[in-house]
């Protein structure tokens, strides 16, 4: 019988949750290739022990619910296998992996965290730079992010805002780059350079959204050389991380992840997220990125059976 495979989403009628624009495309995909496959919603009671193979996708609500779906994970982990690996999943949950990241080398812009407003104060001085952004260190889809001036005041009452909800504020150094010309988000299947998109522009100076509201901008591009020497000097860092964690080969490489990467004030590429959870993988924009992931997904099944 052909291996099933089940791409976790969430319910799209969720407040704040947009519907995820690939993964009916990715479905059929893989169905072609000889797997049975569907999209079941996480939070929806079902036996997830018959999946063979149960990839996070698109659990977008995860941030809204968080106590809940890591109760949700914990559990189907037990009964099913998981892609990302969930060692490796709950590591990037929280954005303070980032200071591995950086402890192993891999340019990621400077940050502070703050649970009040003094931290907060702290940080802003220790950064220096002129501008900076502040988000959740979990979250997803820029959601409760800005991009202020160092001296707004605002700042604080955003920190306020983050910190009401229970969570850690990160305020991270801006990159001129990032309002100027966006970011370059580098897909990887199964630790290979796949495809990349250019993400406009999309938070204002001053804790707004462009245009009001959010609305990614993407257009297909060529990644420079350096940037997918980068991202590949990630991916291997990630997965020598997993190793030592306990993380078993092949699992300890990702089957997906999605690298963003923005030019520092040098020229050269920085790392502003790992997306080893959740991400849009951006395949309607290059041409066999799902057959690319398919063949990705075959692969992580024909470990499971070796």
Known sequence: MAPRVGLVTCDETSPGVHPDPEI??????????????????????R????????????????????KEFLAWFRSVEEVAQIRNHPGVIRWNFDKRYLSDLRGCGIPVPQYGLATTRAEAMTALVSLGSSEVVVKPTVSAGSRDTAL?????????????????LGKVAMIQRALPSVSRDGEHALVLFNGRYSHAVRKGPILELGG????????????????????????????????RLATAWGVPEPAATPLYTRIDIARDDDGS????????????????????????FGRAVHEQLKSLGD
């Open 47 to 66: 036996d997830w022990a018959v999946y063979d193979l149960l990839v996070v996708k698109s659990p977008w609500d995860y941030s809204l619910r968080s």
């Open 208 to 239: 707004g959204l462009l245009g009001g509201r959010y609305t990614e901008i993407l257009t297909p591009v060529e990644a420079d050389k350096d940037e997918v020497v980068l991202a590949e000097r990630c991916m291997e860092t990630v997965r």
């Open 148 to 164: 202020f001036r160092r001296e707004d005041p605002a700042i604080l009452e955003f920190v306020d805002r983050i910190t009401a």
């Open 24 to 45: 009916g495309a990715l479905v059929t995909a893989l169905n072609a290739m000889g797997l049975i496959t569907d999209a079941p919603i996480w939070s929806e009671p």
């Open 269 to 292: 590429p920085t790392v502003l997220e790992a997306e080893l959870f959740e991400p849009n993988y951006f395949t309607m924009w290059s041409d066999g990125a799902a057959d690319r």
